[in-house]
T-cell receptor, first 114, second 112 residues
Framework: DTGVSQDPRHKITKRGQNVTFRCDPISEHNRLYWYRQTLGQGPEFLTYFQNEAQLEKSRLLSDRFSAERPKGSFSTLEIQRTEQGDSAMYLC????????????FGPGTRLTVL | GEDVEQSLFLSVREGDSSVINCTYTDSSSTYLYWYKQEPGAGLQLLTYIFSNMDMKQDQRLTVLLNKKDKHLSLRIADTQTGDSAIYFCAESMGGGYQKVTFGTGTKLQVIP
């Protein structure tokens, strides 16, 4: 499978715990995005990487959230001190270099905070 | 800021055509997209249209863009039960990092 993969697919955690999600983009794609999707809503942009550089962060990304892409390949999204309001689907997408190319989404990680 | 709006629900009979509508506010939108999301799955890009186009057809899918009214529609011909899903309209300005702004989605129910 050469698509975007995410791990884990589901995560249940207790409030206050830290969680980390991983995204593996399509191998030749240098641009990587994280989105959050809550029930009944469309995805909302969280952050963007070009290679290893994090170039844009949404105001939705509070200081409890941190994302990395250390070698410009896979990326991790960590949420510290989780809150019930963090419960959502976290989607990763990747895109190759060049204008006009679209984003390819992974299956998402569904987070439930109890 | 950008805003994308869609109706929440559409029900059609199998074999009929479905038309899903979307309005957006950002006149500088360069790309307009339609994504499909099935239950428990990620987003699948169906088609996209550049803002300098009026129409794009791809097999059973027809996208119409009225840039003056900032209105986008997706027509699915001969709708099948497998088309039941949530359809998201989305836009981006292109260039740079191309952040995509999504609508809230339209749930399409196909009745056999």
């Amino acid at each position: 499978d050469t698509g975007v993969s995410q791990d884990p697919r589901h995560k249940i955690t207790k409030r206050g715990q830290n969680v980390t999600f991983r995204c593996d983009p399509i191998s030749e794609h240098n641009r990587l995005y994280w989105y959050r999707q809550t029930l009944g809503q469309g995805p909302e942009f969280l952050t963007y990487f070009q290679n290893e550089a994090q170039l844009e962060k949404s105001r939705l990304l509070s200081d409890r959230f941190s994302a990395e892409r250390p070698k410009g390949s896979f990326s991790t999204l960590e949420i510290q001190r989780t809150e019930q309001g963090d419960s959502a689907m976290y989607l990763c997408a990747s895109r190759p270099q060049g204008a006009g190319d679209t984003q390819y989404f992974g299956p998402g990680t569904r987070l439930t905070v109890l | 800021g950008e805003d994308v709006e869609q109706s929440l629900f559409l029900s059609v009979r199998e074999g009929d055509s479905s038309v899903i509508n979307c309005t957006y506010t950002d006149s500088s939108s360069t790309y307009l997209y339609w994504y499909k999301q099935e239950p428990g799955a990620g987003l699948q890009l169906l088609t996209y249209i550049f803002s300098n186009m009026d129409m794009k057809q791809d097999q059973r899918l027809t996208v119409l863009l009225n840039k003056k009214d900032k209105h986008l529609s997706l027509r699915i011909a001969d709708t099948q039960t497998g088309d039941s899903a949530i359809y998201f309209c989305a836009e981006s300005m292109g260039g740079g990092y191309q952040k995509v702004t999504f609508g809230t989605g339209t749930k399409l129910q196909v009745i056999p």
